[in-house]
């Protein structure tokens, strides 16, 4: 009897031997994982730099990059205010020179005193993120009660780097700046940056971390370790000068 020989299939021993099948082998792997990126930035849209900013949507890798943008673009800074929800009023400009504000933006729902004062639409936007994302979940876990009332000691005034006939103006010469000099909570506790910066207490602490936690959203920080100027305040702006300084 003839025995037969078993024919075995060439094919399949061939298959991801040509380049042609190993360049079509890692389209569809690449083509796979692009579809699964595209929609996991779509259910996770802090992540997406292209993806329009809502402040309602949780702080991701994208969050600061669209942040700083807005420094540079008051149309897409509102528009981000109305995505939000975010109610406001939009004040029509004032000053002259290099005074002038052509981007003012009062938030009523922050708890700052004296009153609210109208601020640049970034740095309304930051100092929101601020007391949201910081200072009230801070002050709950080392207090056990949220912040009632944020002292300031201005934010717009027309003049230079610390008031000199020449140089640099400053950022409160546009209302992009704002300068906080203390804290009072629901429960009555005060804190204060020139009385309680130094030493090791719970009001330091929350100072120092409120500090920091501000960097996350403001260009500039500017806080009693920087220098003796900024010895009873925290100085907070969004200057478009550079994208983070933080002391």
């Known amino acids: 009897m003839t025995r037969q020989k078993s024919v075995k299939p060439r094919l399949s021993r061939r298959i991801g031997n040509f380049t042609g099948?190993?360049?079509?082998?890692?389209?569809l792997v690449t083509i796979g994982l692009l579809l699964a990126g595209r929609?996991?930035?779509?259910?996770?849209?802090?992540?997406?730099?292209?993806?329009?900013?809502?402040l309602r949507d949780p702080v991701g890798w994208a969050t600061e990059t669209k942040l700083l943008a807005l420094r540079d673009d008051v149309?897409?800074?509102?528009?981000?205010?109305?995505?939000?929800?975010?109610a406001h009023d939009v004040l029509e400009p004032a000053g002259e020179g290099a005074c002038r504000r052509e981007d003012r933006i009062r938030l009523n729902s922050l708890p700052l005193s004296p009153r609210t004062p109208p601020v640049t639409c970034p740095a309304s936007i930051a100092l929101?993120?601020?007391?949201?994302?910081?200072l009230n979940p801070l002050a709950v876990d080392i207090f056990g009660s949220k912040i009632s009332r944020i002292e300031h000691l201005g934010a717009y005034s027309c003049r230079r780097l610390y008031?000199?006939?020449?140089?640099?103006?400053?950022?409160?010469a546009s209302a992009n700046a704002i300068d906080i000099a203390g804290f009072v909570l629901d429960n009555g506790t005060r804190i204060n940056v020139l009385r309680d910066w130094p030493g090791e207490s719970e009001k330091a602490r929350f100072l120092r971390v409120v500090r920091d936690g501000a960097c996350e959203s403001f260009a500039t920080v500017l806080s009693p370790d920087y220098n003796a100027a900024h010895a009873d305040h925290f100085h907070l702006d969004?200057?478009?000068?550079?994208?983070?300084?933080c002391r």
């Open 21 to 27: 099948d190993r360049r079509a082998l890692l389209l």
């Open 39 to 54: 929609a996991w930035l779509a259910d996770h849209p802090e992540h997406n730099p292209w993806a329009p900013l809502d």
């Open 75 to 86: 149309a897409e800074c509102r528009a981000v205010l109305d995505r939000s929800g975010i």
């Open 128 to 134: 929101l993120l601020w007391e949201r994302d910081v």
């Open 163 to 172: 008031g000199r006939d020449t140089g640099p103006w400053s950022e409160h």
């Open 238 to 245: 969004m200057s478009p000068r550079w994208r983070r300084v």
